[in-house]
Antibody, heavy 121, light 104 residues
Framework: QVQLVESGGGLVKPGGSLRLSCSVS????????MAWIRQAPGKGLEWVSM????????YYTDSVRGRFTISRDNMEKSMSLQMNSLRAEDTALYYC??????????????WGQGIQVTVSS | IVLTQSPATLSLSPGERATLSCRAS??????LAWYQQKPGQVPRLLIY???TRATGIPDRFSGSGSGTDFTLTITSLEPEDSAVYYC???????FGGGSKVEIK
């Protein structure tokens, strides 16, 4: 069974930084686009960032571009999200998800359990 | 692209049919997916390419539509279908705001 496990969340002050990681198993990681999707408390789903299978194409939603950086290590079968200049509105449950589509046009067929990020003073 | 889902909440009895709508502000072709999120759980892919059921999804879930208007139909509701349902288009990875299905 495909597994995705997030780590690295926590409580951080506004303006601070946090690095999320996603470790995967039981599929060929290097074949798939990977994404971060978040869900603020009591709210809907919001796609945040995505990285191509090779790691050479990066995608960001407008609200995080310039503050967040997505990366991946295909040898280690892991993906990361470096989050800088965090704001209260970044508070959410962050999911790691596997893309299933073509050339950046992706659906998300497997999701991790999510990791909480709370930005508060 | 903006995805607008309706109704916001639907309250039905077991055995009834649920019809959920997702309207796109511009054509997305057939490139639309539906997800189910039960309370406290991870979202699950139900339908992709507007009408193709994902692996393991019961056939009481069906999707239809193309262009700007899409429908998720749940025939013969079961208590475990109580959830929020989201649509998603794949070119910009955008999600709709969700529709909550409550089982009476």
């Amino acid at each position: 069974q495909v597994q995705l496990v997030e780590s690295g969340g926590g409580l951080v002050k506004p303006g601070g930084s946090l690095r999320l990681s996603c470790s995967v198993s039981r599929f060929i990681f290097s074949d798939y686009y990977m994404a971060w999707i978040r869900q603020a408390p009591g709210k809907g789903l919001e796609w945040v960032s995505m990285i191509s299978s090779s790691g050479d194409t990066l995608y960001y939603t407008d609200s995080v571009r310039g503050r967040f950086t997505i990366s991946r290590d295909n040898m280690e079968k892991s993906m990361s999200l470096q989050m800088n200049s965090l704001r209260a509105e970044d508070t959410a449950l962050y999911y790691c998800a596997r893309g299933n589509g073509f050339g950046g046009n992706e659906y998300f067929d497997y999701w991790g359990q999510g990791i909480q990020v709370t930005v508060s003073s | 692209i903006v995805l607008t889902q309706s109704p916001a909440t639907l309250s039905l009895s077991p055995g009834e049919r649920a019809t959920l709508s997702c309207r796109a502000s511009q054509s997305v072709g057939s490139f639309l997916a539906w997800y189910q999120q039960k309370p406290g759980q991870v979202p699950r892919l139900l339908i992709y390419h507007a009408s193709t059921r994902a692996t393991g999804i019961p056939d009481r879930f069906s999707g239809s539509g193309s262009g700007t208007d899409f429908t998720l139909t749940i025939t013969s509701l079961e208590p475990e279908d109580s959830a929020v349902y989201y649509c998603q288009e794949r070119s910009k990875r955008l999600f709709g705001g969700g529709s909550k299905v409550e089982i009476k």
